[in-house]
């Protein structure tokens, strides 16, 4: 089993110091509850964190797997396109792991339209030295049109007020996961 150069992995423990920190959190595709356990596991008591899906599938399997910190999640059966409307407060620390729910229907997945939405309003509440993390999964037609679409917006960001990485596994093929990190540093 891969350790550090999965790329999930590597993401997680990069943004352990922003975590230890975070107060306001967005998992922004809640999928099966991975995610936001692990937020939840390495945040705070203080924290709140939002769990966003469109699926009530998902968003009962997030439940079930994060009981035991129900008390400071709020579960959103909302597109992440609409986190704006939801989160009034500045945001710590976001994650989406997006595609489509493992185990489910794979025509039922993130698209670039409303990911690009939420990247936008994410990086807007984005307190100074919080991080956003976006993992793509380029290896279905969905998803290589959001990896592309999120390599051309985020490149673009002001340097002044951002710095943006991207981490591929470089001898694997092109269509393998890789994660998008954006921190605000200004």
């Not at 990086?123 to 030295?129: C, G, H, R, V």
């Amino acid at each position: 089993m891969q350790t550090v150069s999965n790329v999930l992995n590597l993401v997680k423990a990069a943004i352990m110091p922003a975590l230890e920190q975070a107060r306001v959190v967005v998992d922004a595709t809640a999928g099966n509850g991975h995610d936001t356990l692990f937020l939840a596991e390495h945040t705070s008591d203080l924290a709140k964190i939002y769990a966003f899906d469109i699926q009530e599938a998902a968003l009962d399997n997030t439940r079930q797997r994060t009981a035991e910190y129900a008390g400071r999640i709020e579960y959103v059966l909302r597109s992440h396109a609409e986190i704006g409307a939801v989160v009034a407060e500045n945001i710590d620390l976001a994650i989406f792991n997006l595609g489509y729910l493992p185990g489910q229907e794979h025509a039922l997945t993130t698209r670039k339209e409303s990911t690009l939405l939420a990247v936008q309003q994410v990086l807007e509440k984005l307190s100074l030295n919080g991080v956003c993390v976006i993992v793509a999964y380029p290896g279905h037609e969905a998803g290589a049109q959001e990896a592309e679409m999120l390599e051309e917006f985020l490149q673009h960001l002001p340097r002044k007020n951002y710095t943006a990485g991207c981490y591929r596994l470089l001898n694997h093929m092109r269509t393998a996961p890789y994660a998008y990190v954006v921190e605000k540093v200004r």
